[in-house]
């Protein structure tokens, strides 16, 4: 995600994707509370209107995926609830966390909104991976990236299409807007991507006081 790419491909022309009754339990860091990032979302995504083979994500279900647990079906709710229990110990005592959102990230699938620093949420997901290795074994489905580079997805691309114009409409991002992250939520997201169909199992709230600095 350095390099801009010369052009986009189709994001979902080899993916296999759940089908109607399938799905895939995500933990994801939700946008829907974060005003500043969501109107930062909608511009870009106003600005990239003309084209109609990039799909928009919803601006209710922006998100900072965090980890992919795996297939729906291979965990019970009593395993969810087990998973959400691990995680909130090993949380309880993070505080939330500052980023800031801001700069465009360009990949061949898909347009991003950057995450900085990029380590800052890095406790987050330890605690996430440590509880679904503890409850499922396997943390991550095979071919998942061995560096995890925190960010949101404004929109995906359709079809293979040129780069250049979609960099030069959005021109010159927006200024960032500062967060406070203190959220962590287990969502399943039931059928192909594009419909969005996604249920929250739960929610996890960082609650400690943040420490003072020496």
Same mark, same amino acid.
């Given at each position: ?117 990029? #380590? ?69 997201? #039931? ?7 996604? #249920? ?15």
């Amino acid at each position: 995600m350095t390099t801009l790419p010369a052009r986009m491909t189709n994001r979902w022309h080899k993916r296999r994707e759940p089908q109607p009754g399938e799905g895939t339990v995500y933990w994801h860091i939700l946008m829907k509370d974060q005003p500043q990032v969501i109107d930062l979302a909608r511009a870009t995504q106003q600005r990239l209107t003309q084209f109609p083979e990039l799909h928009m994500t919803p601006l209710g279900w922006l998100h900072i995926t965090t980890l992919i647990a795996g297939p729906a079906d291979h965990f019970s709710n009593g395993q969810l609830q087990q998973m959400i229990k691990i995680a909130s110990g090993l949380l309880a005592d993070t505080a939330p966390i500052t980023v800031t959102i801001g700069g465009i990230l360009y990949h061949p699938e898909a347009i991003m909104l950057a995450v900085k620093p990029t #380590r800052a949420l890095a406790a987050i997901r330890e605690a996430v991976q440590a509880a679904t290795q503890t409850v499922a074994g396997d943390h991550e489905p095979t071919g998942a990236p061995p560096t995890w580079i925190p960010h949101i997805t404004i929109c995906y691309s359709t079809a293979d299409q040129d780069t250049e114009p979609i960099i030069k409409a959005i021109g010159q991002p927006a200024q960032g807007c500062e967060i406070q992250v203190s959220t962590i939520s287990l969502v399943i997201q #039931r059928g192909p991507e594009r419909l969005w169909d996604w #249920r929250t199992v739960d929610t996890i709230r960082l609650t400690a006081p943040a420490q003072e600095q020496p």
